[in-house]
């Protein structure tokens, strides 16, 4: 085991290649450094910016002011990291990455001398783990694509799933498929997510529409669950040694570091929502955060054939499982430790899944004929789905 002086030397070389690294990403891209006072001077300039996204995140209008303002406070004590890093996105990796190194604590999982991590500055929707080799460290980077992503697709789930008129969480195919045909609205946003990331690989302007009463709860669950499986399955990644060629040998399947990721992000995100026992929170226990980042991708996936090819049946990767494979490897997993709810959550992911099959019938004859109209994706080498099972 490494000596404390040593894990910090260890740290501060992957910290200094990952910002070598990001310098030259963003060089590629066309991204611009901005130093630590533009950032806060932004922010503070764009205060009302700042509460209405307070508001989209549960803040009433009495609050709203007070949490902006609180908010900035705590960007401001952020630490610095490099000028190509958003403030605001480290904030949050911050928290994510913490909770998730606290559960790996309590579950006594041995972490090497740990991770840094940070934001990447190229296009598309990408979370992903590097080793650095000789010092027992990884990189953990996700785009600010990405976070965007979570952030919107939680919201329109959240309207797509609760019952706003009668105040009812459904998620029979039946309702969600009726409650879509009732309001438009929702297919529409749906579109506005999906074709900005199938064609680009960025976000659409906008904040998108805030959910409120129940959905406003169930959108933050959401997206916790989202983030928590993600930033775990690549510190999953890191902790099983994945991508080191001594550990990688005896792998039968090119497939088999992802899953053994997903069930670590499984198992992760029980330890996560047991961090605070006063909130119960069935999407983290469950394990369905997977289902819900996969199913998302899946359609900017296949939104993105559809524009290419005119199909909707994107041909699989060579180092990533299918969504439903990288899911019934979760239901797998649950069968063999979980005597009693195994069945349970396993029929509670799937039917995540298949929600997401009724999304994509209400917006594929868009993408059809978009496909006929001449649109194509952008040629993207990072593309908008890389973290998928995808060519």
Known sequence: MASDSEQIEALDAAEGYRRQRQAADARKSGAVATTREEYLKWMRDNRATIIEIAKRAGADDGDAEKTADRFLELLENQSDKSEFDDLGAIFLLNSIVDRV???????????????????????????????????????????????????????????????????????????????????????????????????EGTPPAGLGPAPEGRALGVRALLLDAMEVFTIAHEYGHHALKHGITEASISQESPFDEEHEADIFARIVSVAVSQL???????????????????????????????????????????????????????????????????EEFAGFRMTLLDLFDVVWDAVKPKFEQMHRDGHRPLDNSSGPIDWLPLA
Not at 127 to 140: E, G, N
Not at 311 to 333: G, N
Request: proline share 7%; charged share 20%; with cysteine.
């Open 276 to 342: 605070d026992p006063n909130a119960p929170d069935v999407f983290l226990v469950s394990g369905a955060g997977g289902a819900l980042i996969l199913g998302a991708l899946d359609l900017v996936a296949r939104g993105r054939e559809m524009l290419e090819t005119g199909a909707d049946c994107p041909p699989p990767r060579k180092h990533h499982p299918p969504v439903r494979e990288r899911i019934d490897a979760l239901d797998q997993y649950d069968m063999h430790v979980l005597a009693t709810r195994a």
């Open 101 to 199: 190194e606290t559960a790996c604590r309590k579950l006594e999982v041995p972490v090497r001398n740990g991770v840094v991590f940070g934001v990447s500055r190229l296009a598309g929707v990408v979370a992903s783990q590097m080793p650095v080799l000789k010092t027992d460290t990884s990189i953990i980077e996700v785009t600010l694509p990405f976070i965007t992503f979570c952030d919107l697709i939680s919201k329109v789930l959240a309207h797509t799933f609760v019952d706003q008129v009668n105040a009812t969480f459904d998620l029979s195919p039946a309702s969600i498929l009726g409650r879509l045909n009732a309001e438009p609205w929702i297919v529409e946003e749906w579109l506005r997510v999906l074709v900005s990331y199938a064609m």
